[in-house]
Every structure is written in C-alpha cells, then in structure tokens.
C-alpha cells in the first residue's frame, strides 16, 4: 500500500464546476504538499500546509491532521485547470524527502 | 528572483552509452538540491538530495549517481545507461529548515534510451 494515496485518479469536469481531489497519507507528516503538473511536464507547487486552510485565487487546499486527509478544491473549473494534481508529504522526520501520490488526471471540458 | 535550469530538455540515447544532465539554481544560496524521476505511468520518486557542495544522499539504488561540484548546480550521471532509464528527470531546490519546505522544480528532461 503506497504512504500517500490519491482519489479518484481521473476527473473529468464541464467548465464552472466545483472540483474536489483528495489525498489520504498513512504515516506521520511534517508538511503536506500540493502540485500541479502540466502536460508538457513542468512542475509548480501551489500549496505547503501542516494544518488547516489555505486559498489562492480559485484554488483551496484543507488538511485535517487527526484523520490524515487532505483535500484540494478548485471553484468555478476552467479549461486551463487540466493538469495532473499531485499530493506530495515529508514524512519520516525527514524534512528534504517528497513522498509523492500517483496525481489525479483533471480535465475540464468547455 | 530564483530561477532553476535543465538541460537538456531532451535526450535519445543509446543503451550503454553515458548520461550526464546539469541543473542550476539562480538567485538563492546553499540550496538543497534535488532529482526526481517520473517513469512512465508511475509517480515522482526521490532519487538523490544533497543540503551542500559535495554532500550527496542517495535514495534509491540505481545505475545513476549524482554530485555537487559547486553551491547551485547538480549533476545527474550514468556510465552505462540501462532501458530502464528512460524517464521524465525532474530536478528541484528548496530553501533550508527544520520544517518542510516548498520545492521548486525545473522544467525537466525527457530521456530515452533506446
């Protein structure tokens, strides 16, 4: 069983829905980490969160430590959300190692 | 502003033939450093991270070795490349500290060893 498992692995979404990705972990974290990859592969990060809330723009990330979830929300969907969403913990003590979740493939259709 | 290079972005190489790939941080000092690799259809997985100029820690063992000759670059190498190589080689810096800290990633290099 991976330490960090992703849900559901592919979305597909009309323009304007709200979206929803979760990230389940299963050992004890430091930091939780959310990222977005594009198709061509590049790589940004758009969250680092040990507790509780954080929002930019159209995007939410929440993480509740106890239950060891963290879930990432998108309002009002476009079509340049398309991108894999990837959860990603330090984990182990180790505040350099990334252990990451297979990404959840998110397409928005106009 | 920090910017993070790779190159190159592209690579086919023969089995058995060598690999060198160059990373370099701008705009920040004693970074540490990171290479990932993305295989196809799987997840990001650490390959090697060094917190300064010669320390290197391995994550994974591997046909692949890395180093740190200088404060802001890293080098991804291989004597004799393996099919298995082939990859999405994903390099990253972060600030240091005692928490965890954003990574910030390079815009990668595809290789294909043939």
């Known amino acids: 069983k991976n330490e960090v498992e992703q849900s559901p692995q592919n979305l597909t979404a009309q323009e304007g829905e709200f979206i929803t990705i979760n990230c389940s972990y299963s050992?004890?974290?430091?930091?939780l980490h959310w990222l977005q990859q594009h198709p061509g592969g590049g790589i940004v990060s758009l969250f680092m969160?040990?507790?509780g809330k954080k929002k930019h723009g159209r995007l939410i990330a929440t993480i509740n430590i106890q239950e060891k979830h963290s879930s990432l929300h998108i309002t009002a969907s476009h079509p340049r959300d398309s991108a894999v969403y990837i959860c990603?913990?330090?984990?182990?003590?180790?505040?350099?190692?990334?252990?990451f979740g297979k990404g959840t493939l998110l397409t928005v259709n106009p | 502003s920090q910017t993070i290079h790779q190159w190159p972005a592209t690579l086919v190489q023969p089995v058995g033939s060598p690999l060198s790939l160059e990373c370099t941080v701008e705009?920040?000092?004693?970074?540490?450093l990171y290479w990932y690799r993305q295989a196809a259809g799987r997840g990001l997985q650490l390959l090697f991270y060094?917190?300064?100029?010669?320390?290197i820690s391995s994550e994974v063992p591997q046909n692949l070795s890395a180093s740190r000759p200088q404060d802001r670059q890293f080098i991804l190498s291989s004597k004799k490349l393996l099919l298995s190589d082939s990859g999405f080689y994903l390099c990253?810096?972060?600030?240091?500290?005692?928490?965890?800290?954003?990574?910030?990633f390079g815009p990668g290099t595809r290789l294909l060893v043939l």
């Open positions: 969160l040990s507790s």
């Open positions: 990253a810096w972060s600030t240091i500290g005692t928490a965890g800290r954003t990574q910030y």
């Open positions: 050992v004890g974290i430091s930091a």
């Open positions: 060094s917190v300064g100029i010669g320390q």
């Open positions: 705009g920040t000092s004693n970074p540490n």
């Open positions: 990603a913990v330090n984990s182990g003590g180790s505040n350099y190692k990334l252990t």
